[in-house]
T-cell receptor, first 114, second 114 residues
């Protein structure tokens, strides 16, 4: 039972354009969402997060949008740069069994074409 | 550099053997997590410790065990190894272990079971 789904295994975008990475979730109890970026041979790196009480959070070229009614969040990168080529993971958190549980999507590989 | 150190980087061993993976968290972080990533799949949460105590358990097999020591470093022990245990094992740390405390990942230990 995948509670967090990233339905696109890969995405190819032209340099300078907008990259939009999507993530869907099923559990309405999730209260915090995070995006991580991963380069080959390295561990994931935290990128940006959003609380469920907000619908948008922006940090430089990165913006995360949350649509709670649709149980959908998206990460926008604009403009896309070659260094953005990586695997992007969406993760969602909820408080269960006296602890925060973090559930991860399978990742989307973003390729920025020059 | 995330500040999280994992050793060794690579490990090749035979089926039936036992190995120990080591993790030193980022300075000041009290919580340590272990994740498994198999063949370009998503991150599977194994176990979390906070200040020496087990806090949460994920999909960790009974053949696997972990602990966090008083100096906050952690070890993941994998025994009776099977071919299917070949994977990247990541350690991550965070300050509080709560949802709004992003994880900082090491670069992983690649385990190959032959």
């Amino acid at each position: 039972d995948q509670q967090v789904k990233q339905n696109s295994p890969s995405l190819s975008v032209q340099e300078g354009r907008i990259s939009i990475l999507n993530c869907d979730y099923t559990n309405s109890m999730f209260d915090y969402f995070l995006w991580y970026k991963k380069y080959p041979a390295e561990g994931p790196t935290f990128l940006i997060s959003i609380s469920s009480i907000k619908d948008k959070n922006e940090d430089g070229r990165f913006t995360v949008f949350l649509n709670k009614s649709a149980k959908h969040l998206s990460l926008h990168i604009v403009p896309s740069q070659p260094g953005d080529s990586a695997v992007y993971f969406c993760a969602a958190s909820s408080f269960m069994d006296s602890n925060y549980q973090l559930i991860w999507g399978a990742g989307t590989k973003l390729i920025i074409k020059p | 550099d995330s500040g999280v150190t994992q050793t060794p980087k690579h490990l090749i061993t035979a089926t039936g053997q036992r190995v120990t993976l080591r993790c030193s968290p980022r300075s000041g972080d009290l919580s340590v997590y272990w994740y498994q990533q198999s063949l370009d799949q998503g991150l599977q949460f194994l176990i979390q410790y906070y200040n020496g105590e087990e806090r949460a358990k994920g999909n960790i097999l009974e053949r696997f065990s972990a602990q966090q020591f008083p100096d906050l470093h952690s070890e993941l022990n994998l025994s009776s190894l099977e071919l299917g245990d070949s994977a990247l094992y990541f350690c991550a740390s965070s300050v509080t272990g709560e949802a709004n405390s992003p994880l900082h990942f090491g670069n992983g230990t690649r385990l190959t079971v032959t």
